[in-house]
């Protein structure tokens, strides 16, 4: 697969719900920079972070806008929907990945945390 393939195949994991497929395009040294957030490292950090969240997801749809690819670089736009069980929460996301040799060794993505988290539900 080429770099944007794999990209989009992680992407499609995903809407499956399927994150431990989606985590198999992983790099074991792969960091996963979530900008506002937090940094993980590896599959197991990256299931660390998905796992809970798509745990609680009854539908997950990422809709890629935009994407380019240059050699091992993958940047797209997006918007991160998952349908939680009081709603929809969705977010404009830019990722910007690098792949090689068919694995994940970079994923960043950038979203306003702020927008996140104002669309939760009050405790």
Known sequence: MTPLETVNAFIAALERLDVDGACA?????????????MKVYGP???KGVLGPMFGDCT???????????NGTTVFNERTD???MSWGWLELPVNG?????????TLWRDYFDAQSYFKQLPAS
């Open 25 to 37: 395009l992983i790099a074991e040294g792969c960091e996963y920079d979530n900008v506002p957030m």
């Open 44 to 46: 197991d950090g990256v």
């Open 59 to 69: 539908e997950v749809e990422w809709v890629v806008h935009r994407e380019a690819s």
């Open 81 to 83: 929907r998952f349908k």
């Open 96 to 104: 910007v990945w690098e792949v090689v040799d068919g694995k994940i």
